[in-house]
């Protein structure tokens, strides 16, 4: 997949999720790289996942 087809399939699913205006919400790298990794069918590299969530709670479904 593509940048543009990663983000576009997140920015649709949070909006499917009641975000509303989903391109002005504030966001971590730590969240998005989780995220994008997740929809790519990619694991975050070793450890990140972990290091992400306990830093800044659970951030991505």
Do not use: F, Y
């Not at 087809?5 to 989903?22: F, I, K, S």
Request: net charge negative; aromatic share 4%; charged share 20%.
């Amino acid at each position: 997949m593509t940048i543009n087809e990663l983000l576009t399939a997140l920015c649709e699913e949070m909006a499917a999720e009641g975000v509303p205006d989903v391109l002005h919400q504030p966001v971590t790298l730590g969240a998005l790289w989780d995220d994008l990794a997740r929809l790519a069918g990619e694991p975050c590299p070793a450890g990140w996942r972990w290091r992400s969530r306990k830093s800044a709670g659970s951030v991505s479904p």
